[in-house]
């Protein structure tokens, strides 16, 4: 009798805290991030990833094998310019589908209108060679030759498959080396637009269209630039500036 | 104080509850073992994997040893695990194929044995068909070619029958009873305390000793996108598993006899696919391969430099396919091996920790 009365009495509680919070506009929302990932609208996943055949904007028919990417600092901004920052960084490999969300450690925001912006690999401050556990364990150091920290993006696969000689390339990109001993960072920051309205405890879709690393400013012509191009100053910022325009937001969640 | 005395009376029913389960003989409690983990592996790597199911005891690890060296385990006593994971080639096998107790020759090179615990993706053989370390150990008992028995059952009652060995399992798992699963337990107890990370690169990487202008080539070729290319695969001074653990098709071959990673996950893209080997210890495995075709480092760096055959699943990482390979010079390639060799570890061949007794 006594248990069912106590009970009653954190039932009571429970609800009562939850009207509460109903009724106050600074809630806290705890926000998730999910990484959807497609080629001009085909969605890749674990299971297609190095089945699906795709063509680039310069026309190369290609197949991936392997795609694995870094990105880190994950900031909401609000309509007043207030930012909240979420820790940590998100290793995604596109062959396990449990790598694809992100869910940051400490959580939670006023509801509120919101803008997105992430680091496309590590800034400056935070690429330090071999500081991370989990990516050195992932084997995703970048060579201290060219700069050392890790990798921002491994994409491995075959292109002109179309042809009795497909060839091999390595889209690496990470910090850029000018000359031996001189490197350049060169992540990028990712600032998308579009308003993300939070109400609740909300899932972010950001969407990664990965043909988008093939077009736009720079059309790649994987037929002279297939590898090897971590050293290759060039082609590195090349990729910092296709990267801009590869993320755009897509379902919000809650 | 009605609660002090509650708690009290707690207490004293927790207190003469351990003093009794203490009294009962067969509440022996086995001592946890300590892995003894290099600093370098504590600063570069996540923590090893131990499954809470089998947590390394003192008594485990021991008795775990004493079946790995023993010929009990197989069906004429005449072969143990350590007939083709030898000591002294950092528990590989000198031999191409090994032998079991049929004298009849494998299809697989034997594989070494260290630093199984930092395999995180927990697959092992070659192809990766068996899950955690307890699983794999299963299999060479009841292999016809390796240890040759029908099945678990004779030799569960062996070791029941044997004069020591219940008294030991007792005191490692709490049970005199003499299971597959508590053999299988013991041996991946003993298996997760080979550890190899004392080699002259770690002395390197803790800033004990020099390398080579040679071995310093050797590791920039290694690291070198225009060059070796090797780090992408076999692990870098950050790593210092040096094996990423992952299946690739590294050339060998234009065509499979042996399907490897394919015949387990079932997709034709995953043909010709074996695990990376660590590079560590290369000094004492000898030869080289799943397949154990080349004897000598030499003919290993070859085939990277010019020996590449194409596939439809060859590795895009082995991105010279078309000219043969990265075409070292030969000085590239002396010093490629020179750096190999900073790899190996003598004093984990002489560790009395993992020789028998």
Redesign the interface.
């Known amino acids: 009798m006594k248990k069912t009365i106590a009970l009653l009495l954190l039932l009571a509680i429970t609800f009562s805290c939850n009207e509460d919070m109903d009724d106050n506009t600074t809630l806290s929302a705890s926000v998730n991030f999910k990484f959807t990932h497609n080629w001009n609208n085909t969605p890749i996943n674990s299971a297609n990833l190095?089945?699906e055949t795709v063509t680039n904007a310069n026309g190369e028919v290609i197949n991936m094998?392997?795609f694995r990417y870094l990105t880190s600092k994950f900031k909401l901004t609000n309509t007043a310019g207030d930012t909240y920052s979420f820790d940590g960084f998100k290793f995604t490999d596109l062959a396990q589908d449990d790598s694809y969300n992100f869910i940051p450690d400490i959580n939670g925001i006023p509801s509120g209108t919101y803008t997105l912006s992430f680091i496309w690999g590590f800034n400056e401050e935070d690429n330090i060679?071999?500081a991370y556990?989990?990516l050195?364990?992932?084997?995703w150091?970048w060579?201290?030759?060219l700069g050392g920290g890790y990798h921002f993006l491994?994409f491995?696969?075959?292109y002109n498959v179309d042809t009795p000689?497909p060839?091999?390339?390595?889209f690496?990109n990470g910090t850029a080396r000018v000359t031996d001993g001189l490197f350049e960072q060169n992540f990028a920051t990712i600032v998308l637009d579009t308003p993300i309205i939070i109400t609740n405890e909300a899932t972010i879709e950001v969407k990664m269209n990965i043909a988008e690393l093939f077009t736009n400013p720079n059309t790649w012509d994987l037929n002279v630039l297939?590898?090897?191009?971590?050293?290759n100053y060039d082609a590195q910022k090349m990729m910092q500036e296709n990267i801009l325009s590869v993320f755009s937001i897509g379902e919000i969640t809650q | 104080m009605k609660n002090w005395l509650t708690y009290s009376l707690l207490f004293i029913t927790l207190i003469s509850c351990s003093s009794e389960e203490n009294s009962e003989e067969n509440a022996y409690v086995p001592i946890p073992f300590q892995l003894e983990i290099p600093p370098l592996f504590e600063?570069?790597?996540?923590d090893p994997i131990i499954p809470v199911t089998n947590k390394l005891t003192v008594e485990g690890v021991a008795l775990g040893k004493r079946l790995f060296f023993d010929n009990i385990l197989s069906v004429n006593n005449t072969k143990a695990c350590a007939s083709c994971h030898s000591p002294q080639h950092a528990f590989a096998d000198p031999s191409q194929f090994s032998v079991g107790v049929t004298n009849i020759e494998g299809t697989r090179n034997s594989m070494p044995l260290f630093n199984l615990a930092?395999n995180?993706d927990d697959r092992y053989f070659w192809d990766g068909h068996a899950l955690g370390l307890e699983n794999q150990a299963l299999e060479p008992v009841v292999d016809a070619n390796e240890l040759g028995n029908d099945s678990w059952q004779p030799i569960e009652a062996k070791l029941n029958n044997h004069p020591e060995y219940p008294q030991l399992f007792k005191q490692a798992f709490g049970s005199s009873t003499i299971t597959k699963t508590l053999v299988t337990k013991a041996i991946a107890q003993f298996e997760r305390t080979l550890i190899s990370g004392n080699s002259k690169f770690d002395k390197f990487s803790n800033g004990e000793v020099a390398l080579t202008p040679q071995e310093q080539n050797g590791l920039?070729v290694f690291?070198?996108?225009?060059r070796g290319?090797c780090?992408?695969?076999h692990?870098?001074?950050?790593?210092p598993?040096w094996t990423?653990n992952k299946f690739h098709n590294n050339g060998l071959d234009a065509t499979f006899s042996d399907l490897g990673f394919g015949l387990v996950t079932g997709?034709p893209?995953d043909n010709g696919k074996f695990k990376s080997p660590s590079l560590r210890n290369l000094a004492y495995t000898a030869p080289f391969m799943h397949d154990g075709r080349f004897a000598t480092l030499d003919q290993v760096i070859e085939h990277y430099s010019t020996g590449l055959q194409a596939s439809s699943t060859?590795?895009?990482?082995?991105?010279k396919?078309?000219q043969g390979g990265v075409n070292l010079s030969e000085q590239d390639k002396a010093d490629l091996k020179a750096f190999l060799l900073t790899l190996s570890d003598p004093s984990f061949l002489n560790n009395q920790a993992f020789l028998p007794e």
């Open positions: 190095d089945t094998i392997r060679d071999g556990p989990t050195n364990s992932a084997s150091n060579p201290e030759m491994q491995d696969g075959m000689n060839s091999p390339f390595n690496h297939d590898t090897p191009l971590m050293p | 600063e570069k790597l996540i930092w995180f920039d690291m070198d996108e225009t290319d780090f992408h695969c692990g870098n001074p950050n790593n598993l990423d997709n893209n060859i590795d895009p990482l082995m991105k396919v078309a």
